[in-house]
C-alpha cells in the first residue's frame, strides 16, 4: 500500500459562480477590499482574488458567470477580512447587495459570521485571533 503525505493546504484553488461577473467582483471588492483583476482562464473571463502572488504557498481563486442558475446552498467558502473588523465587514456586505446570516461569533481561532453574497453564495467572513 502505497502512502500519500496531506498536502500542506487542503484548499488548492476555489470558484465562485456569479449571476454577473462585474457586478459580482464588486461587491467582494467592496467587501473585502481587495482589487480583482479580470483575466482569462480556459476561454472565460473571469475575476481573480487578490494575493501575494510572490508566495508559491499562497491560496486563491476566481469568480465566473455561470450559464445556468447560481445555487445558493452548499459550499460556504471563508475569506479573510483585511484588518479584521467584521462589524465594519457585515455592513459592507448588506450596503453592496448581500445578506448577514448569523452574528458574529468567536471560534478558537478568531471570530467570524455567515452571510450571502448577492447571488445567494453563501460565504463567511473570518479574522484570525492574533496573540
Do not use: C
Amino acid at each position: 500500500m502505497n502512502t500519500v503525505s496531506a498536502p500542506r493546504h487542503a484548499l488548492a484553488w476555489f470558484e465562485v459562480a456569479v449571476s454577473d461577473l462585474a457586478k459580482g467582483a464588486n461587491f467582494y471588492e467592496a467587501v473585502l477590499g481587495l482589487s480583482m483583476p479580470e483575466t482569462e482562464m480556459g476561454g472565460q473571463q473571469i475575476r481573480i482574488f487578490a494575493y501575494e502572488a510572490e508566495d508559491t504557498t499562497a491560496i486563491s481563486g476566481n469568480l465566473y458567470q455561470s450559464e445556468g442558475p447560481v445555487a445558493p446552498s452548499g459550499s460556504v467558502i471563508h475569506y479573510n477580512v483585511p484588518g479584521g473588523d467584521l462589524e465594519a465587514a457585515q455592513k459592507r456586505v448588506v450596503d453592496n447587495g448581500g445578506e448577514v446570516h448569523s452574528e458574529i461569533f468567536p471560534i478558537p481561532e478568531g471570530k467570524l459570521f455567515y452571510g450571502a453574497d448577492p447571488d445567494g453564495n453563501r460565504i463567511s467572513l473570518f479574522s484570525r485571533q492574533t496573540a
